[in-house]
């Protein structure tokens, strides 16, 4: 035979109504699923490539035919 656990609400003042408890138990409930999901971390985004630290480094230059157009311009 399965243990009957304590009510884990009970109402200790006052004479509420089978609404008001269900409202306090749906209020309750979301603020814990509300929780739960701040605790797990978002999925990282992307990398926008306008952000990207390599774009400012220039590859090696050497003498050659149009060689100055590279000197200068980003890869």
Known sequence: ????????????HGDATAEEVAALVTALAAVAAARAGAARPEPAKPASAWTDRSRRVRSAVHPSP???RRSALPR
């Open 1 to 12: 035979m399965a243990e009957i656990s304590p009510p884990y609400l009970r109402v200790v």
């Open 66 to 68: 149009g060689g100055w």
